[in-house]
Structure formats: structure tokens, C-alpha cells
């Protein structure tokens, strides 16, 4: 296996001005926030009984866990299919991940009528157990815990190097028992994105013939789960890309490659499944009529197949600037994919209509930028990328994050 030197944090000041545009904005949306408790759903979004739930949904939790899903993604790689070479992008991935996953529960939080009984939830155990939501809810905030204690191996390391006795012994005592326990946590960080991406594909099963047909098909579940995983390889590819350009380090462009290779034959067995589905139910037509639903569908196939045709070849997958054009349009796809399933093609009556406020768009906007800029905070802090070394390498613990076996 390729060897890698160790994770370190990349230092630097924080409070730079991108960054304090980043906080501006997340600050707003916490002001927002407050109002929103304050005032209530109907006074700050354009929600109603057509739609019960709108952007906060939609794109922070539906869209914003499939882009969270780098960690899941990759684990899948280096833990199930014994891919050791991809293990330096691990952690980056599980920050993205434990961010992402953060975010969706608090706008769950925030979208909720009664946000104050949400304890409930994990300890009132008068459950309904038929309930889809039920388990996307549980599965969705034991994995935001699970995913922050796979990265305490990368806040021990940092704490060990801390000025305050206290700390380093605290670590120092930590870090072995946590070490010992990942086996365990990185079983249940696989099981539970599993369970809960298809469900959310199942939970609009329910909404039965008030889902448009060229989203409506009972492979759902298996194509939310599918989508996860090629939209969180492409999180990860844009996030190496990006954060090698403006750290001004080394690309990872030969990972980045084999990354793709594998990004595309998920996505065909992804495209392959819809495009068969939509024949065999006869709703291939459906995707020609040129109204809202069939222009919604078009947009999708029109950004995935020059993805395709970027990642489909070695060469083209060797440069850095087609990964990363790729994998914008992977993003964009499966958002809008999941998107569209939720919103678009809900249908719950002509009487009813639905377009985010002004404060959900600013509430969402300030929950995202607030996530790239705890993103920033984190890796500047904490052992989180690694790059080539170059010389050979011990295997390396599991506990540090990486693994072992080769490729």
C-alpha cells in the first residue's frame, strides 16, 4: 500500500475575512433562528397543509445528508472492499460527514412544530414501530453521534500536543480505549446511513399518486441509497480539490482518479436502474412531454451524462480540472434529484402552491455557510489532512484513522 505521512493540522490564522463573511452569514441565520421559535413556522415560512415541509426538508436534510455522505462513502471502500490506498480520505470525508449530519438534525429541529418535546424522541419509548420517519429520525441522530466519535481520535492526537496537563493525561488515557471501540463504531457508522438513505426514499412512497410518476417507482429506496454513495465520492473529490488549491498543497490526483473509476460504475448502476424502471413502467414518454416535471427530469439527465462521459476514461480522469467538473455535476444532479422527489414532484393538489420565504432561503444559506466555516476552523485546528510521504511508512492504528490491510 501507498504510504501516507501522518494527518496534521494546517495551522494559519482563522478569522480571515472569507471567513468572517462566513460567520456574518451563519450569525444571521441564527437571528433567524430565534425569531423563528419566537414567531413560529407560519409567521416565518411559507409553509401549509399542502406542504408540510419545504426547503429546510428538502435540501438541508433530504439533499444535505447525500452531500454529508462522503464518510459513509469512502468507508465503504476502505473498511468493506479492503481499499487501503483510499484511507487519507477518511477523515476529511467524516468531517463533512459529522458537519453535514449536524446540520440536517438542528434543521430538523427547526422544522418541527413543537422542537421543544424532540427529546422524546430517543427516550420516550412509546414508538410506532410501522413508522418510516421514526427511523430516519433515530437512524439519522445516532449517526451524527456515531460519525463525531469516529473524528475523536483526531481531537485526542490534538490534545495531546495541549499545554494543560490535564488534557494530554486526559488524552493520553483516551485515546487507547477509543481505539479499541472503532471497530465497533465504524460497524454502526456503515449499518445506519444504510438504513436511513433508502428510508427516505420510502418515505415518499407514502405519499403514493401525489408523486409524479417519473419519481414514483418502487426502486426508490435502492435509488436513494445508490446516490448517497456517488454523490458522496464527488463531495469528496471537491473537497480535495478545493482544499489542495487554496492550502496550496499537493493534489491528490492519482487517489482522486481511481476515485472516479469507481464513481462511475456506481453512478451506471445508478443510471441503469432508473432508465430501466422508467421503460418497464411505460413512463419513458412521460420524460418528453416538456412541462414542469418532464424540463425537471431533463435538467438531471442533462447534467449526469457529461459526467459520465468526463469519468468514463482513464486519461480524462487523470485531470484534476475534469474531477472536479465532474464531480460538480454529480452534486448538482443528485441534489436536484432528491430535490425534485421531494418538492417538484409532490403533488398535493392544484389548490395548493409553496416557495420558500425569505427567511427559509436565509436560514439556509447561513446554515450552510456556517458549516464550510466550522469545515475551516476544524482543519486548521485538528489533524485532519495528510498528503504523500516520501518515505515508507509503518502500518498505522486503526485509531489514527487509518487502515491497515492493502490495497
Known sequence: MKPYEEAQPIGGKILTPPFLVLAALAGLAGLLIVWRFAAGLGATTALNDGYPWGLWIAFDVVTGTSLACGGYAVALLVYILNRGKYQPLVRPALVTSALGYSIAGFSVLIDIGRPWLAWKLPFFWMWNTRSVLLEVALCIMAYTIVVWIELAPAFLQRA????????????????????????????????????????????????GPRLHPLWNTPVLPLLFLISCIFVGFAAVVIESAISSRILSRKPETEMLARLGGVTVQ??????LIRLTDLIVRGQLAALFRFDLYSIMSLIEWALVIPAVFLLRSETRRRNLGNLFLAAMLLLLYGGIYRFDVYLVAFRPGAQWSYFPSVTEILVTVGLVAGEIAAYIALIKTFPILTGAAPTIAKPRPLAQGHYVSGD
Open 160 to 207: 495531546q500536543t495541549s499545554s494543560i496537563p490535564r488534557l494530554q493525561h486526559f488524552s493520553s488515557r483516551a485515546l487507547p480505549k477509543v481505539t479499541k471501540s472503532l471497530t465497533w463504531i465504524i460497524a454502526l457508522a456503515l449499518l445506519l446511513p444504510t438504513m436511513h438513505q433508502s428510508s427516505l426514499g420510502s418515505l415518499m412512497l407514502l405519499s
Open 266 to 271: 456506481v453512478l451506471a448502476l445508478f443510471l
